[in-house]
């Protein structure tokens, strides 16, 4: 009788105001290793992979098999760099692909 | 605002006419205990590393409160300010404020100095007496001077022979000393045993005073005395020297005798068992330790640095306070900038996974150095680094420098990055 009742309030809430009582009762997720790594990208590629205005491409919305192909080519030494290989070595393809999704998904 | 509080909820439910059962059951919610209260962080320095901090704990959740601790109102950078040095950039593109931290990010700013922590109360007091309580303490105080290894050298012969070290009064003294100085005169570094903040620092100095030397003093001569027996890049800086300055500079180091021991403000001499140098501008970049905040709170081992955990940041010594930037012990990390930035993402990302009951993820630190050897010369150091057997350690096969003889074009394009470098890492720090 009870749990029906919280049921059905329950069902009350979301119908009429969905959105802000899932926002207070979802728990938060994990941070993702994906996102922590590629933060650090943006102290040269601009904050959340957005152009500051310098000579350092954007990354935010770039197209994710794109930037990750490319930077493997890097890592392979098969696409010229100046830093940038010596970053990529720091990091497996699996961590390219994934970091590059996240940057991939972020707003330009 | 997105925020939409339980208040504000059963008001505008109350409003709508269906307030009776749902109110009942938010209230069977409110019974839960701490729901309502946000945990509390306070940052204690807002350079690199304490900014990035604030700001990326609340990109990461929102829910917690974040109070930075910083006495001044705008921040002048040590990156770049040797390039102001040599005339290429002004003060106020080195100058940055609070107010997108506070506005954008809702961080509640504070200009003060804090002045003690206690730990086992958990709170932090202020200059002006103000006491906060926090769940979770970050400091960031960045460097401080030991005066006492040069005999004769102390706070106030700083004010004669500048560090410039910590960017501000002390940079715009050294500009001054620099242009002031006689055609011909003699320009002498003392430079730092390590370890010390900006590992190149003093050589990209040493770089853009010979720049503004080769325009408007060419007869000028340039002389570092070092105690160690070499420094970061050294290669690369001893190739664009020689290329663009030919011999106006000159290096000794500990295998010469060069250890500086006494200074001699009348006469302007240094003396080690080198030689007795006496020069027209004396830059001493004395050796560092933690900023004083660091010592007070205990938080500093026998190293005069603080330990801290290899992934976390959380002081070793203390529960609940975390140590980033120049002031910790972060293994095979220099001293930088974008150390003490990325330093502070990591621990943004564990002091909001504590505070969440969340796994923390696996760290990845990350280091990028830039030193101008002129306006179109740009040569860098990259490090990554891993936390390996409980030490951050670079990994192997990544990171290093630029290599020798780069084209003409190549030097230009790093001294370009190195440019965007400095504007993207500040307007990730304190711009947007």
């Known amino acids: 009788m009870k749990i029906r009742n919280i049921t059905l309030v329950g069902a009350i809430v979301g119908l009429f105001i969905a959105a802000p009582v899932q926002a207070e009762q979802q728990q938060m997720k994990p941070i993702s290793k994906a996102e922590l790594w590629a933060t650090t990208c943006f102290q040269c590629h601009g904050a959340e992979g957005q152009s500051a205005g310098g000579a350092i491409p954007p990354l935010a919305g770039y197209p994710a098999d794109i930037m990750a192909q490319q930077l493997k080519a890097i890592k392979a030494g098969t696409r010229p760099s100046t830093i940038m290989k010596r970053h990529l070595m720091g990091y497996s393809d699996a961590d390219i692909d994934a970091i590059a999704t996240y940057l991939g998904s972020l707003k330009p | ?432």
């Not at chain 2, 690199?48 to 001044?72: M, S």
């Not at chain 2, 106020?92 to 002045?115: D, R, W």
């Not at chain 2, 990390?333 to 990325?342: E, F, L, Q, V, Y």
Request: proline share 5%.
């Open chain 2, 1 to 432: 605002m997105s925020k939409f509080n339980r208040r504000s909820l059963i008001k505008g439910l109350a409003a709508s006419g269906i307030a009776f059962p749902v109110m009942s059951a938010l209230q069977g919610c409110s019974a839960q205990p701490s729901k309502n209260t946000k945990p509390h962080v306070v940052v204690i320095g807002g350079g690199f590393g304490g900014a990035t901090v604030a700001k990326y704990i609340k990109r990461f959740d929102r829910n917690i409160d974040v109070t930075l601790i910083e006495p001044k109102t705008e921040y002048m950078t040590c990156p770049g300010s040797n390039w102001y040095l040599a005339g290429l950039i002004d003060v106020k593109s080195l100058t940055h404020n609070y107010e997108a931290l506070k506005t954008k990010h809702n961080v509640k700013v504070i200009h003060q100095i804090a002045t003690d922590i206690n730990a086992a109360a958990k709170s932090v007091t202020l200059d002006n007496g103000e006491v906060l309580n926090y769940d979770r303490l970050v400091v960031s105080p960045g460097i401080d001077f030991i005066y006492d290894q040069i005999e004769g050298y102390s706070e106030e012969v700083a004010e004669i022979f500048p560090h410039a070290w910590q960017a501000g009064p002390q940079t715009h003294l050294l500009a001054k000393q620099i242009q002031e100085m006689p055609q011909g005169g003699k320009f002498l570094m003392v430079a730092p045993p390590n370890p010390y903040r900006c590992a190149p620092g003093p050589y990209e100095r040493i770089s853009m005073v010979a720049a503004y030397f080769k325009e408007h003093n060419p007869t000028a001569t340039i002389m570092i005395l070092d105690p160690k027996k070499k420094f970061s890049k050294q290669a690369l800086f001893y190739q664009g020297w020689q290329d663009l300055y030919g011999q106006m500079i000159e290096w000794y180091g500990a295998q010469d005798g060069a250890t500086v021991t006494k200074i001699d403000v009348e006469s302007k001499t240094a003396y080690s068992d080198f030689d007795e140098i006496t020069a027209d501008v004396i830059n001493i970049i004395p050796a560092q330790k933690a900023g004083k905040i660091a010592f007070k709170a205990g938080l500093t081992n026998e190293t005069g640095w603080c330990p801290v955990d290899q992934d976390t940041f959380e002081s070793t010594i203390q529960k609940d306070v975390y140590v980033v930037g120049d002031s910790s012990i972060a293994g095979a990390m220099p001293k930088s900038g974008h150390s003490a930035s990325s330093q502070g993402k990591m621990c943004a990302a564990a002091v909001v996974s504590s505070l969440n009951n969340l796994p923390m993820p696996e760290t990845r630190n990350v280091n990028t150095c830039y030193s101008l050897i002129s306006k179109d010369w740009g040569i860098s150091i990259v490090g990554v680094y891993e936390n390996r057997e409980n030490r951050i350690s670079g990994i192997k096969g990544a990171g290093g420098v630029s290599p020798m003889g780069m084209t003409q074009q190549e030097r230009k394009m790093e001294a370009d990055y190195a440019r965007g470098w400095y504007k993207s890492i500040t307007m990730d720090v304190w711009g947007s």
